[in-house]
């Protein structure tokens, strides 16, 4: 059945959201091909410009390239997208997967800690008290593109054991926290910052220290507004972070 405009958005950017989610769900891989704007034209029941400018939207979003030579078109391109928090949480909710199609985390260290003092602010937290530490690479093919680090408060290694093993968690940490004590993901806050690679960072992730990186921290809040989960992570060079939103009025 052929897909229909609503009217509750722009047509240009229903056709968008259409291919988007498309793409982050993997059911249009790195590669594949879309509908070219006639197509669309065809398909959807749209104008020429409305379709061209859906194609050049999500060329925007860095999701589809056009390639000339051959057949020509538009081709999904996703080897430089990264994936925000909210994605993360939202994709596990929707589909049980994490990582967009061609990426894969490797939990590298799950353990008890005393809290760092920024860390026991961001939980909320006594400094010094023990807190969860998980700490992950993810990888695009073999080449890692991410060093992340999610924080919870130490109670949570009776009630969410799973936290202390080294081996993802299929559904993702917010799932599976709400699936062992009921609290749910509400709200989630983000930041974002150019900085340069430390040596840690810099080994973890293969690159030269110093080399530009994208660095950002993340809170998720439960229905009584207190933190579930504090994120840091690093990003390498070139790894584009999405979002879509809407503005009302």
Known sequence: ?????QRSLPPYLQITQHYREMIKRGELKDGDRLPSTRQIVDQWGVAHATAAKALSTLRAEGLVKAVSGGAGGTVVSVREMGQSPQDRVMAGRR??????DGEQARIVSAEVVPAP????EAL?????????????????????????TSWFTGDLAETAPDLLLVERI????????E???????????DQFTAGLAAADVAQSLG???????LVGRNWFRDQAGNVIEFG????????????EYEVAG
């Open 1 to 5: 059945m052929s897909p229909e405009v």
């Open 95 to 100: 589909w049980g997967r994490i990582y967009p």
């Open 117 to 120: 003092a920024h860390v026991a």
């Open 124 to 148: 909320g937290v006594d400094p010094d008290a023990e807190v969860i530490r998980r700490r992950r690479i993810t990888y695009r093919g073999d080449t890692p593109v991410s060093m992340s």
């Open 170 to 177: 299929r559904s993702g940490t917010p799932r599976y926290i």
């Open 179 to 189: 699936q062992q004590t009921g609290r749910m993901v509400r709200r989630g806050r």
């Open 207 to 213: 690159i030269a220290e110093g080399s530009p990186v």
């Open 232 to 243: 840091e992570y690093v990003s390498t060079q070139g790894r584009w972070q999405s979002y």
